[in-house]
């Protein structure tokens, strides 16, 4: 998806995307990589939220903070079977100009056995 961040302290994504769970489970993030076409990164902060129907949070992800990636794998989640909406809370490293892009790319996880991550297999 493409967010549009302006010169505000924060923008929020409610409801960016939903999640459809077959199978409980436990969902992480096993890597976060990040480009961007300045000298700093334009996003300081970004935080993943896993939200049930009822808009509680069941569980967050910080995926960037300082303007670096969050270490990967994270803790996981329970998730039970059912829907769950993905919300996404972005802080903007000001100020941010029209020439600013970042690319950020989350690869998510999901164990339906332990809440241990698996390890993503290498060529």
Do not use: D, H, R, W
């Not at 334009?42 to 509680?56: F, K, R």
């Not at 270490?71 to 909406?85: D, E, F, K, Q, R």
Request: proline letters at 6%; glycine letters at 6%; hydrophobic letters at 35%.
């Amino acid at each position: 998806m493409t967010l549009v961040i302006t010169n505000s302290s924060a923008v929020y994504y409610y409801e960016a995307g939903e999640l459809t769970v077959n199978t409980a489970g436990f969902i992480y993030v096993s890597s976060v990589t990040t480009s961007y076409t300045t000298t700093t990164a334009p996003v300081e902060s970004m935080t993943i939220y896993i939200q049930n129907t009822s808009g509680s949070t069941v569980c967050s992800f910080q995926v960037i903070n300082n303007g670096a990636p969050a270490t990967t794998p994270t803790s996981s989640c329970s998730l039970g079977t059912g829907t769950y909406y993905v919300s996404i809370k972005v802080v903007p490293n000001l100020p941010v100009t029209s020439s600013s892009t970042e690319t950020v790319t989350v690869t998510f996880g999901y164990n339906v056995i332990s809440s241990a991550s698996v390890p993503v297999p290498t060529q």
